[in-house]
């Protein structure tokens, strides 16, 4: 029995110990009727291998991952082997299977161990197994274990070192971390600061617009003020001028803006 075993995966383990292997003969005409359509033979043959993948799932007790988590995982990598095996060949269910089962667990307990994403390799998964064995801190020596370049291994080592900490956590007198954590969005006095200098910006765009002629601020609303603004080509059709003439009244427009705006600046300030 493990140290850390919970009642749920002592009745598991309790469960599939009075599971009875098939033999080679069973397994193969089994499987066949399962392919023929028969759920019940092909829930047989799984549940004929699940020991198996307890004793996998084991191996992997140490990382620091529930045990239950690990074996779910496993049984996952069995149902794939299952699916994919053909009982014609001389190989049995189990030793197929051994691969999908590990490829889940090794897949599970990478992307679990940390929060922070690794293992999307197949490098990065040979330097954090490498890691938790011998604790290895030479980046050097980490990239020549598991295949990553001297460069990602130096950049890996830090997250494998660290630790999670969680963000309940109280570790003095200024309470949890997640209440020190900055805000996504900002605080009522920086939202109500930012309204107000829009609304100055605003209204300091109205009133410079008012000193253009009529044709100017038109252009200006249609071209600099539109979430969907016309082309020169349009706004010249609807004008009655060349495309080329409403660039240069563009143009003529933006300067009076800069330069009224600025005035009004100097004015403030």
Do not use: H
């Amino acid at each position: 029995m493990l140290p850390d075993e919970n009642g749920s995966l002592r009745a598991y383990r309790s469960s599939v110990a009075d599971v009875v292997p098939l033999d080679r003969e069973t397994e193969k005409r089994l499987t066949r009727l399962w392919r023929a359509g028969d759920k019940s033979a092909g829930a047989k043959i799984v549940t004929a291998c699940l020991p198996f993948v307890m004793s996998i799932a084991l191996e992997y007790r140490r990382w620091g991952i529930p045990v239950e988590d690990i074996v779910q995982q496993g049984n996952l990598g069995l149902l794939r082997a299952a699916a994919k095996f053909d009982p014609d060949r001389e190989c049995r269910l189990a030793t197929y299977a051994a691969y999908w089962i590990r490829a889940e667990i090794r897949d599970y307990v990478v992307r679990a161990y940390r929060v922070v994403r690794l293992g999307t390799t197949k490098a990065e998964r040979r330097a954090l197994r490498t890691y938790r064995r011998t604790r290895e801190s030479d980046p050097a020596a980490l990239a020549a274990a598991s295949g990553l370049t001297a460069e990602r291994a130096a950049m890996l080592l830090p997250l494998l070192a660290s630790r999670e900490t969680s963000l309940d956590a109280r570790t003095d007198d200024f309470g949890a971390m997640v209440d020190r954590l900055a805000a996504p969005s900002p605080s009522p006095e920086e939202d109500a600061s930012s309204r107000e200098r829009r609304g100055r910006a605003r209204d300091a765009v109205s009133e410079a617009l008012r000193d253009l002629t009529e044709r100017e601020r038109l252009i200006v609303r249609e071209r600099l003020m539109s979430d969907e603004p016309r082309t020169l080509q349009e706004l010249g059709t609807r004008l009655g001028v060349s495309k080329e003439r409403v660039r240069q009244i563009e143009e003529r427009a933006r300067g009076k803006l800069r330069a009224l705006l600025q005035e009004m600046r100097d004015e403030a300030a």
